[in-house]
Nanobody
């Protein structure tokens, strides 16, 4: 069982930066594929970024490539999402998610491929 807690959201002006953190309050994230998703009002939850537990490889949505960076610190049981050059369209609730190693090592963008979710943290980018 894994309990995920996100933090770091807030209000920022366009062009600014924020760093989100996702920590496991229970369990270890070392063997889990991790992903960040977001959901804006009236829209479906969408994949933002993912990181493999085995290779450290990363994957990004086209809309955030070059602006967002996902990383992990297994010793701290934490995954980060560094967001830069933020845009108003990045406004959403951001969720981290963990994918069981039983599902394999490939990174997935489908939220149905993830087993555990945090409660979400709001990111608002003003123009």
């Amino acid at each position: 069982q894994v309990q995920l807690v996100e933090s770091g959201g807030g209000l920022v002006q366009a062009g600014g930066s924020l760093r989100l953190s996702c920590t496991a309050s229970e369990g270890t994230l070392s063997y889990y594929g991790m992903g960040w998703f977001r959901q804006a009002p009236g829209k479906e939850r969408e994949f933002v970024a993912g990181i493999s537990w085995s290779t450290g490889g990363t994957r990004y949505a086209d809309s955030v490539k070059g602006r967002f960076t996902i990383s992990r610190d297994n010793a701290k049981n934490t995954v980060y999402l560094q967001m830069s050059i933020l845009r108003p369209e990045d406004t959403a609730v951001y969720y981290c998610a963990a994918r069981s190693p039983l599902r394999g090592t490939q990174m997935r963008s489908d939220p149905l491929q993830y087993d555990y979710w945090g409660q979400g943290t709001q990111v608002t980018v003003s123009s």
